[in-house]
């Protein structure tokens, strides 16, 4: 029974015992009061009788004219005189009166006086003795309203005690429920403080509370805090603060292969021409400055495009990746005009170049950034600020259109399949398999991954209807194996507003089988959505689905808000892990993100992991599990 149940219980004893009891002595006041009257009446009635006959001389028809006159009244059940001998002398008797009062009442608190007597004489003579009994009927109705008026003040008395004691419980429940939902909040990774009540020892408790989740928030914070110094000390240029060569190509690799990434974009490299020159020229301190605010206008200039990457590949030489952009020419223009501005207010001298190519899904990352170079040499001997391209490289070349009805005819064919690629912890045993989903476009083609459909079904806003798609191809199998499955959720889908109603009742559909389903929702669309990715976590807990982060790791530390709406789980990205056994600097940035992770109840795992190797220097950083090609399939 819980708390505030046995306030009310405890409340509702004590005001029933209470006013039982106040009725109980009320009623048994008045009943005494009436009876003791009534007796008193008798008496009184019987005395003044009696001295009314002992005036009669004897004679027998004054006596009972005296008598008669006394019961006529109508107030009386019995007048009868006894002489000395116990034989009765004059009688008079009269049936009960009816009272309205009930049957029960009567008999349950009867009112029964006792009999006046009083002497009769005749001068010094004794004649007899007189008695007298008056009707009780009008005492039993006068009891009986009495009562009733009793019940309902009482009664009246009660609803408003217990309206008092609503308010008073409520101003207890209510702090009480706030602080039972702040431990809720704990337990769901949520840092929430609440306003201390007047009760002095909620408040207490309050105060305990609140104290205890600013110090974990706190600790989470420095955990962050150090996560974030680890992570740019193992993949950011110390200078810049832009990615640096290892990690750049690792991010890039991971566009390149990934199954849910982008199609195609943009390389550009970008050079700083005769940079030690300009080191000479300048100082180390100027020139570090205006490499500072060159990577500044760089990533300007990427952040037009949305999604990007930009790195500081050497002293010199910096690059972005692109993804899903049309034009080439336009953010290699862009970027040196930028450049170009920044530069001649240091220095005429200085100058910088720029090259782009075209990259696409599965193209070897070292033909991409071969032709990058060639681009970016052959700008370099045109002069300043010169662009060169190479856009030889495949894209989309179908229009928006076809691209609509390609993925429309897919979808409500159902021509789609997942594959499959198991997750295991560190022991190999399978927590569950990684479902990818492939479409076949055209009737009796092959089924293409993600990646190459995957930015017309954004633009097309048809990603709601995939998702739910890739929902119940998950659903089925696992109905059919009983193995849970993971399932990517686009960020686009999280804004239609019937994408989660929608999957909601696909999992009602599924109760035996929504426990096994794990829903991923990239890190990068998550911090976008934070509300929405809130909204999601909240629906599929309830039908007992997991929700978690892919692709995770570059903005973790940013993600404070996001790991509060009550993720599951979080998956790092396979940039963080390839080739972490080698890399101590990563692998203390690694081990620090899943201290931080496991201490709010996260579980952790490693996409794309490649080695052995790599596994094991993930199994030193405590990792729950991995995935990626060293897991063998099965």
């Not at 955990?223 to 110390?238: F, I, K, P, T």
């Not at 190509?249 to 940079?275: C, F, H, T």
């Not at 720029?354 to 040499?377: F, I, K």
């Not at 911090?527 to 995770?552: C, D, P, S, Y």
Request: aromatic fraction near 4%.
């Amino acid at each position: 029974m819980s708390l505030i149940r046995q306030v009310w219980l405890l409340l509702a004893l004590t005001l029933l015992l209470a006013f039982a009891a106040a009725f109980g002595i009320t009623v048994h006041s008045a009943r005494q009061v009436l009876e003791t009257q009534l007796t008193l009446k008798n008496n009184d009635t019987a005395q003044f009788l009696a001295m009314s006959l002992s005036q009669q001389k004897g004679d027998p028809t004054a006596r009972e004219l005296v008598v008669a006159g006394q019961f006529d009244t109508g107030f009386y059940e019995l007048i009868r005189l006894t002489g000395t001998d116990g034989k009765v002398l004059l009688e008079r008797r009269a049936d009960p009166k009816p009272s309205t009062a009930p049957g029960w009442f009567v008999t349950w608190l009867g009112i029964t006086p006792a009999t006046g007597t009083a002497p009769v004489s005749d001068g010094w003579k004794p004649v007899g003795r007189l008695e007298v009994r008056s009707h009780s009927s009008f005492a039993h109705d006068q009891l009986w309203h009495s009562t009733l008026s009793t019940a309902t003040v009482l009664a009246l008395l009660a609803l408003a005690l217990g309206g008092l004691a609503a308010v008073g419980v409520r101003r207890i429940r209510l702090p009480l429920e706030a602080t039972v939902q702040q431990a809720a909040a704990i337990t769901e990774r949520r840092f929430a403080t609440i306003s201390e009540p007047v009760i002095p020892e909620l408040r207490d408790v309050t105060r305990a509370m609140n104290t205890m989740v600013v110090r974990l928030k706190g600790m989470f914070d420095e955990q962050a805090a150090q996560v974030e110094q680890l992570r740019r000390q193992a993949n950011c240029d110390a200078l810049t603060g832009l990615s640096n060569r290892a990690h750049f190509m690792g991010r890039v690799k991971v566009m390149l292969n990934s199954e849910d990434g982008s199609a195609g974009g943009a390389i550009v490299l970008v050079r700083l021409v005769d940079l030690q020159g300009l080191n000479r020229k300048l100082g180390h301190t100027a020139t570090d400055r205006l490499l500072q605010e060159s990577a500044a206008a760089i990533v300007e200039s990427a952040r037009r495009a949305g999604s990007f990457e930009v790195g500081r590949l050497n002293g010199s030489d910096f690059a972005m990746v692109l993804p899903d952009v049309g034009s080439l020419r336009e953010p290699a223009v862009d970027v040196a005009a930028r450049l170009r501005n920044l530069l001649r207010a240091h220095d005429a001298a200085a100058n910088a170049v720029v090259g782009a190519v075209r990259w696409w899904h599965g193209a070897p990352m070292s033909s991409l950034l071969a032709a990058a170079d060639q681009a970016l040499a052959r700008a370099e001997a045109r002069g300043a600020y010169a662009v060169e391209l190479d856009d030889t490289g495949d894209g989309l070349v179908l229009g928006e259109d076809t691209w609509r009805e390609r993925l429309q005819g897919a979808v409500s064919a159902q021509r789609a399949k997942l594959v499959e690629f198991p997750l295991v912890d560190m022991r190999g045993a399978v927590l569950h398999r990684e479902c990818p989903l492939r479409l076949q476009l055209e009737d009796g083609g092959e089924m293409v991954p993600a990646a190459q459909w995957l930015p017309m079904a954004r633009r097309t806003q048809l990603t709601a209807r995939i998702d739910l798609l890739a929902a119940k191809l998950a659903l089925a199998a696992i109905a059919a194996d009983g193995m849970a499955r993971a399932v990517n959720v686009s960020p686009g889908s999280l804004q239609d507003s019937s994408f989660v109603p929608n999957l909601r009742g696909l999992l009602s559909g599924y109760p035996g089988e929504a426990p096994g389903l794990w829903l991923e929702v990239a890190e990068e669309g998550a911090l976008r959505h934070i509300e929405l990715v809130r909204e999601l976590v909240n629906q599929m807990h309830t039908l007992g689905a997991r929700v978690g982060l892919e692709h995770a790791g570059e903005r973790l530390t940013e993600a404070s808000g996001l790991l509060e709406v009550g993720l599951d789980f979080v998956k790092l990205d396979a940039s963080f892990v390839e080739g972490l056994s080698a890399d101590h600097a990563r692998r203390d940035h690694v081990a620090g993100a899943v201290r931080m992770l496991h201490s709010i109840g996260l579980k952790v795992y490693a996409e794309g992991v490649t080695s052995s190797d790599d596994a094991t220097a993930l199994d030193s950083c405590g990792l729950d599990g991995i995935t990626g090609p060293v897991v063998p399939p099965g």
